[in-house]
């Protein structure tokens, strides 16, 4: 019985409502309230506070709330066990990206490997990421970067090289490669600072003393490539996310080695869960066969 309730209270919190957890659960939302009543009388809490239609979590409620999840997710690690003992042939996976270049040739050949295994994919940058790994709101994370986190297992996947892009009327544009200090005072257009690809630019110009002339900071890939399309500055990217376009070409900086390293993570301890070790096991095939192609 106290499962079935605290199953229904994650519903609730987790879709926001009532009628929308009963949805997912496919349960009446009469028996979902009576559940969650009944949870918070049985204890003498309050989950939630109710206004009409919307409902916000009480401290109790956020604090339960981070338990249930887990609970959750253990009731999946455990499906994902039984289905790996049968094959894997069913299931669902969460992943985080820092964006869809890292990701999906490796979703791809995933779902060829496992067409049974339902995959949703949620896309931010690197912090961002890794606070949805640590909440169980995904399962795997594609991060540009390694976390100092004794929490979190890491894998590396792939490296690229950071350029410099521009408008082709920037003075720069005719140039194969620039040097650092070519960039002092220069206009840029930069992700916000949660961007693995801006930390690692910041930190190669603050080693070699330039100061450049940030004029926008914007959080997304497509609107730095608009501005600089536009002319409003240059831009920083790896090259793998870079986009041919009639109006823009990439420049080499030729005294810095800045890259960004992919890495697939997860929580330490769900490593072992079938469907999470099936997709290292792919990040991994794959890993290898770039560096074989490489040499």
């Not at 309230?33 to 809490?45: A, D, H, I, M």
């Not at 985080?96 to 050949?109: K, R």
């Amino acid at each position: 019985m106290l499962y079935t309730q605290l199953r229904s209270f994650h519903a609730v919190a987790k879709e926001g409502g009532f009628t929308a957890a009963s949805k997912v659960l496919n349960v009446g939302q009469p028996t979902i309230t009576s559940q969650v009543k009944g949870l918070e009388e049985r204890f003498g809490v309050r989950l939630f506070h109710r206004q009409g239609h919307k409902i916000q979590r009480t401290d109790s409620g956020e604090a339960l709330f981070k338990i249930a999840r887990r609970m959750m997710s253990l009731e999946t690690d455990a499906l994902d066990l039984l289905n790996a003992y049968g094959g894997l042939l069913t299931g669902q996976l969460k992943i985080g990206a820092v964006g869809p270049y890292h990701v999906t040739e490796m979703l791809a050949l995933f779902s060829e490997q496992y067409p049974g295994i339902k995959l949703s994919v949620t896309v931010g940058n690197s912090m961002e990421m890794v606070e949805r790994l640590l909440d169980f709101s995904v399962d795997v994370a594609v991060l540009a970067h390694v976390e100092d986190d004794e929490r979190i297992c890491a894998m590396p996947f792939s490296r690229h090289p950071v350029v410099l892009f521009a408008n082709r009327d920037h003075p720069f544009a005719g140039r194969k490669s620039v040097q650092l200090k070519d960039l002092q005072g220069q206009k840029m257009v930069l992700r916000e600072k949660g961007s693995t690809t801006r930390l690692s630019f910041e930190d190669a110009l603050n080693r070699a003393g330039v100061s450049i002339d940030p004029v926008m900071e914007i959080g997304s890939r497509e609107a730095v490539w608009f501005a600089v399309e536009r002319g409003i500055g240059l831009g920083v990217v790896s090259d793998i996310e870079f986009i041919p376009h009639p109006n823009l070409c990439t420049i080499t900086l030729g005294d810095a080695e800045i890259y960004t390293t992919a890495h697939v993570n997860c929580l330490a301890d769900r490593r072992e869960s079938a469907l999470i070790s099936a997709f290292f096991n792919v990040a991994d095939e794959m890993h290898r066969s770039q560096r074989h192609e490489s040499l």
